[in-house]
């Protein structure tokens, strides 16, 4: 039922309202196709930029294991001159024995402080609290 308030729309607001909604599926299907190319394309963009940071690294792993491989040649080098050197060092003078009783002897002398300290602290009479005590000191049974 109509209200007797209400206008009939004229033709150009019919004309005007219809085209408005009509308008209205057509730009939501092609702000959708836009949107579905531009994700498409993003995510194209991603998987070239991994490609291209996953190929960047595998040639730096590549570098790295050469520098390594060159790293061990160096050291095996190294290891197999090692004899060659042995022969030719001075022999070595006892120098452990002198460590081994200076140790023994400040391990000596800390135990003797300490059992020092013990012996005085034992020795000293106890000092009576300020504070009365906190539990009975004779129990009642």
Partial sequence: MR????????HRERLTRGLAHTAGGPVDVARG???LGGAAVHRGAVELRRRYRESQLSDRVADVADA?????????????GLPQLLEGAPPRRRIRRSWLVLGAAGAALV????VAVLIRRSNRPQEPSPRPPSVDAQPTL
Avoid: N, S
């Fill in 33 to 35: 196709a836009v949107g």
């Fill in 3 to 10: 209200l007797a308030t209400e206008t009939p729309l004229t």
């Fill in 111 to 114: 135990a003797g402080g300490v």
């Fill in 68 to 80: 390594a491989a060159r790293e061990l040649a160096a050291a095996q080098e190294v290891v197999a």
